[in-house]
């Protein structure tokens, strides 16, 4: 069964930076490409940022672009998303993803879910 925690969400003040990490379990961690999603209060849940299996390319939702970073540590089955010059707007519980097939990719081909961690950015 896979498992996903998301941790190192919590409160920031406009332009600062936080660290989320996803540990995932359950399976061969390296096989699969991992993504991060978030949802803010009132709105439909969106996509963040993916990478591949190797880590080797990633995708990134334009409002991130150039502020956030998705990397991957396949030793340690855990995937991270590192947050720079954070908005207001980005204020939302942001999830860790995984698609259920070793080949998929792309923004729509996420089918496990961990449970959420709220990052909160105060102006």
């Known amino acids: 069964q896979v498992q996903l925690v998301e941790s190192g969400g919590g409160l920031v003040q406009a332009g600062g930076s936080l660290r989320l990490s996803c540990a995932a379990s359950?399976?061969?961690?390296?096989?699969?490409?991992m993504g991060w999603f978030r949802q803010a209060p009132g709105k439909e849940r969106e996509f963040v940022a993916a990478?591949?299996?190797?880590?080797?390319?990633?995708d990134y939702a334009d409002s991130v672009k150039g502020r956030f970073t998705i990397s991957r540590d396949n030793a340690k089955s855990t995937v991270y998303l590192k947050m720079d010059r954070l908005k207001p707007e980005d204020t939302a519980v942001y999830y860790c993803?995984?698609?259920?097939?070793?080949?998929?990719?792309?923004?729509?081909?996420?089918?496990?879910w961990g449970q959420g961690t709220q990052v909160t950015v105060s102006s």
């Open positions: 993803a995984a698609p259920k097939v070793s080949w998929a990719w792309g923004r729509q081909n996420f089918d496990y």
């Open positions: 990478i591949t299996r190797g880590g080797g390319n990633t």
């Open positions: 359950g399976r061969t961690f390296s096989n699969y490409a």
